[in-house]
């Protein structure tokens, strides 16, 4: 039974969103820190470093590590802000169990962990083992992600594990597989200004990667030329000195229509090409129609754009190339990508002093959460589950027969789709908040409403825990120690500043514990998080994520250590593919030959416009953190469709006017903004609300074939002046899903 | 004057990402705690992403200090002009409508003038201002003159023309090369429209 046991407005008002305003110990100044703990930012894949102020073990304030050289002390409002997530009325402080009619209440420990241990076992037994899936996240460390992929193999002995991170990183990952060998940014940020021409392809550095921009800006003090490719004049589009404003799903068009002109130039580096490269045939044939104007119709930019673009890039003697969800988050996500990384191979840029690429990692373990092995056809190391040789090493490690250990599972989507087909009866879930973050939010409603068990591990009741018959109140980063892995590839060290509050348990303790019950216990017998490091860092050990080298030590010692790092001795690789060695078997880059195809949705002309989704600086993600204090909230209440004049104009629509804005699949009600700033065929709508401000109630259940990522950057919509709404979830605070 | 070494206040502009960083940590400076005191302008949203952030500039003549009828704007040797003296402050906004950068604010619950006072807590002691340390864009710089010189195109000066009015300040603000003083004429406030910015016009190409 996986339904809200009261009305929403009933669980806002006990569980929230509320806000936080004040600091733990108020604004006054006269509480000295007993502590001031280094740690990181819990927030994006940036994962800047930050000093967090202790007092009576409650996090009462921070302080700019400006030692960390990543960052330097530079923060977003979302790091300045994040302490006011502890000390928080909405925090869970004790396991909660579902009660019909009268909400969730307040269980012990064991009479929680019985009930989630008994459910899997009865599903299990009724259903199959596969008729039970987790869902872990990319939030988690990477302790706790190594920790869910075993778990899921070892003691829940299923294959359907699949993680948040399917709705991030996993084009990207994938292109930069096939063609480079490894899943990770290719240089460290230190190369970024050291760059003559820099490519940001449907990247909003300035909201979604905040410390990026002093990157950028300083590679242009250095005389680099920036482009820019976005539907809206993002704020680093301001002052690019080209940008593209692409049509949402035309970029293969900038990026093959580029080549083309690149080759006519002879702006191609064919030594480099001939040595360290495969398919560069196939793919000088597949751009040979993409001339300026042809590219120019996809792109839907003049073709002097798409000119003027390879004019920078060609012949530049450093570049770099940085691209993230914009050209990602599409049916084609990963032949949008490797088009993107094709180019860099062309020009022989890449593994030296100032030349690379790198996929602006989302989440905050974006990076290492999607190589310990809870994706679903992954083991530990960035390991292929189906690979036999991969499969006998881990089984060896974990001490378990290879053969026990399940084969590929369904990703985050299909998951969804197997509860709808009465596959998958139940469902535990960590670090993610589907119910906000998935696409076709109905449709992702129904599934848990079909669902005959669901558990939560969370630290605040998030959307998604309303629809489970357990939530276990679990911990925040700043209440368990680990580490995780930044956008570089940079392994670092979150300190734990403070314990989890009453009743709550850090996460990876509630997965053991339940382990315990199902009778794996002697292989959940972890006595810290350090003992689940030295395991993953044994599991990674030989893999393509080789973290076997890396200690806590040497983190703090070294400010983070960059994988693969295989023993104590080695220095780790900040830089990856130096000397024109790629990391396939045959040590070079595949050239991957991309052709464009159209969205799974376009417009029409019932649904005319095009829909593009995305984040504000404020906000992080679904905003289960973020929605709950009181400063980041302020900055950006509510969702507001960005329309620009001339499309407003022909609908009658004025700036602050309610619009709906309707998709095949479902709409949202909320104020207009009109700006210049984005095509007029296009309308965005950030997604971190839920309820009926949902961007992805909109938003098409399309996947990428290779990577499984769903398609939010472009669905056809139409748009439409409407009344102000006055029912009971337009009255709620808009932090939880009301507007105003 | 200030001495080689020492470290300064630089705004660029052009840097600025409208973020507000800036913001949400001035409230955390102890000084003002709970209070900020930056201010972050949104300059035309329809027609453009552009954002400005606005510290004190300590005036060397600070022009709030001179109009003030209670004496209550103190600057310090080290030029940094502070907040208004609570007993001394008598609410009348003079500070609020004379300065040309349009710093100061009167604060009606507790009426009394507030204004940046470059976090003179942290400064004091060789800390960085919370603003110029968080600033994810570089569009708020504490720094050395001979860093900044270094690093960036532009150059810093710190000479203004409001009208008729010359303003020399302590803060610095990123120019390009050419500019000597930034000329502040009276007909441009209240803003033009531009269409600079507008993807519309963009769309249509050469």
């Known amino acids: 039974m996986a339904k809200p046991p009261v009305s929403i407005p009933e669980l806002v008002s006990k569980f929230g969103p509320r806000l936080n305003r004040v600091p733990a110990t108020g604004w006054s100044t006269d509480v000295e820190p007993d502590r001031v703990v280094k740690t990181h930012c819990c927030f994006c894949g940036q994962q800047c470093g930050i000093q967090l102020k202790v007092h009576d073990n409650k996090v009462i304030g921070f302080e700019p590590w400006e030692d960390f050289p990543f960052n330097q002390g530079r923060l977003c409002p979302k790091g300045v802000k994040r302490y006011m997530q502890d000390e928080h009325p909405d925090r869970l402080k004790a396991p909660l169990m579902r009660k019909d009619g009268a909400g969730f209440v307040p269980v012990s420990w064991d009479e929680a962990l019985d009930k989630v241990a008994g459910e899997i076992r009865r599903i299990q037994q009724a259903y199959g083992n596969d008729a039970f899936a987790l869902l872990g996240g990319a939030s988690l460390t990477n302790e706790k992600a190594y920790l869910m992929g075993k778990f899921a193999r070892v003691a ?39 760059a003559q021409a820099i490519l940001v392809a449907g990247a909003n550095v300035a909201e979604c990667a905040p410390i990026t921009t002093n990157y950028l800006w300083q590679a242009r003090e250095n005389g680099a030329k920036v482009i820019v490719m976005d539907p809206r004049m993002t704020p680093i589009a301001r002052n690019a000195d080209l940008f593209i404003p692409v049509r949402s799903g035309g970029d293969i ?40 104007e042809y590219a120019a119709k996809i792109a839907g930019v003049p073709a002097s754009m798409i000119v003027r673009a390879a004019e920078i890039w060609g012949p530049a003697p450093t570049s770099f190339l940085l691209h993230a969800r914009g050209i990602e988050h599409h049916s084609k996500g990963v032949l949008n990508c490797m088009a993107a990384i094709n180019l860099v191979v062309a020009s022989g840029r890449i593994g030296r002093e100032g030349c690379g690429y790198a996929m602006i990692t989302g989440q905050g373990n974006g990076q290492g959460g999607r190589e310990q092995g809870q994706k679903c056809d992954q083991l530990p190391g960035a390991r292929d589950i189906e690979n036999p040789e991969h499969r006998k090493y881990i089984a060896s490690v974990w001490g378990v027969p290879e053969e026990s250990i399940p084969h590929k599972g ?120 350090r003992e689940i490091f030295d395991e993953l860092r044994l599991a990674s050990k030989g893999g393509i994520s080789d973290y076997y080298g890396i200690t806590w030590e040497r983190i703090d010692e070294e400010k983070g250590v960059f994988w693969p790092c295989p023993s104590p001795e080695h220095p780790g690789t900040p830089r990856l593919y130096e000397g024109g060695k790629f990391a396939h078997a045959d040590g070079k880059a595949h050239f991957q030959p991309v052709e464009w195809r159209p969205a799974a949705e376009e417009t029409d002309t019932d649904y005319p416009i095009i829909l593009t989704t ?40 004025a700036d602050g006017d309610f619009v709906k804005v309707e998709s095949r ?76 | 004057m200030n001495g080689v070494n020492e470290l300064e206040f630089f705004i660029d502009y052009s840097r600025c990402i409208g973020c507000k960083a800036c913001v949400q940590a001035c409230e955390e400076c102890d000084t003002h705690r709970g209070v900020s005191l930056i201010h972050l302008e949104t300059i035309m949203r329809a027609d453009s992403v552009q954002t400005a952030p606005q510290v ?116 610095n603000v990123m120019v390009p090369v050419e500019v000597q003083r930034v000329d502040v004429a009276v007909e441009r406030l209240g803003g033009t429209r531009t269409d600079q910015y507008d993807v519309a016009s963009l769309l249509m190409g050469d």
């Not at chain 1, 359907?160 to 460290?188: E, F, H, Q």
């Not at chain 1, 080759?263 to 129609?289: L, N, Y």
């Not at chain 1, 996460?507 to 019950?517: L, M, V, Y």
């Not at chain 1, 984040?615 to 980041?632: C, E, F, N, P």
């Open chain 1, 410 to 529: 369904l990703s985050m989507v299909p998951i969804f789709e197997a509860i709808h087909a009465g596959k998958i009866k139940g469902l535990l879930a960590v670090s993610c908040n589907p119910m906000v973050s998935l696409p076709n939010n109905s449709y992702i409603r129904e599934a848990y409403e079909k669902l005959e068990f669901s558990c939560q591990i969370d630290f605040f009741l998030s959307e998604a825990a309303r629809y489970c018959d357990v939530v276990l109140a679990g911990s925040l980063m700043e209440e368990d120690e680990g580490t995780t892995t930044n956008v570089e590839g940079r392994v670092i060290h979150h300190q734990k500043a403070v314990g989890p509050p009453a009743d709550a348990r850090v996460d990876w303790q509630i997965i053991c514990d339940i382990a315990r019950r199902l009778g794996a216990g002697d292989k959940f017998n972890f006595n810290s998080s």
């Open chain 1, 156 to 194: 829940v002995k299923t294959a359907n594990i699949d993680y948040n991170g399917r709705l991030c990183m996993v084009s990207a990952g994938a292109a930069s597989k096939k063609i480079l060998g490894i899943d990770r940014g290719a240089n460290p940020w230190s190369d970024i200004p050291k």
């Open chain 1, 253 to 292: 068009g900038v990026f093959n229509g580029m080549l083309h002109v690149m080759i006519e130039r002879g702006w191609i580096d064919r030594e480099f090409i001939a040595r360290h490269t495969t398919g560069w045939e196939q793919v000088e044939e597949a751009v040979r129609k993409y001339t300026p």
């Open chain 2, 56 to 171: 004190c500039m300590h005036c060397e003549e600070p022009i709030c200090a001179q109009v003030c009828p209670a004496d209550a704007i103190k600057k310090t040797d080290d030029g940094v002009v502070q907040s208004s003296l609570k007993p001394r402050c008598i609410g009348c906004s003079n500070c609020v409508l004379a300065c040309p950068f349009g710093v100061p604010k009167y604060r009606a619950e507790i009426n009394q003038m507030m204004k940046c006072d470059m976090c003179y807590d942290r400064t004091s002691v060789g800390k960085r201002p919370m603003c110029a340390t968080v600033c994810p864009s570089g569009a708020l710089t504490f720094t050395t003159r001979e860093h900044i010189e270094r690093t960036r195109q532009g150059v810093a000066i710190r000479e203004w023309m409001f009208g008729g009015e010359a303003v020399k300040t302590k803060v």
């Open chain 1, 665 to 740: 699949r479902g709409s949202v009600t909320v104020r207009a903004s009109l700006v210049k700033t984005i095509r007029p065929d296009t309308v965005f709508v950030p997604y971190h609300w839920p309820l009926d401000r949902a961007a992805n109630n909109m938003t098409v259940r399309a996947i990428d074939p290779i990577s499984n990522i769903p398609e939010y950057k472009i669905c056809a919509v139409r748009v439409s002046k409407a009344p102000a709404p006055h029912d009971a979830i337009a009255e709620l605070e808009m932090q939880a899903g009301g507007v105003r």
């Open chain 1, 614 to 653: 995305g984040r504000v600086v404020s906000q992080y993600l679904s905003g289960t953190q973020t929605r709950r204090i009181g400063a980041l909230v302020d900055q950006y209440p509510q969702p507001l469709c960005e329309i620009h004049p001339l499309l407003a104009n022909k609908l009658g629509i």
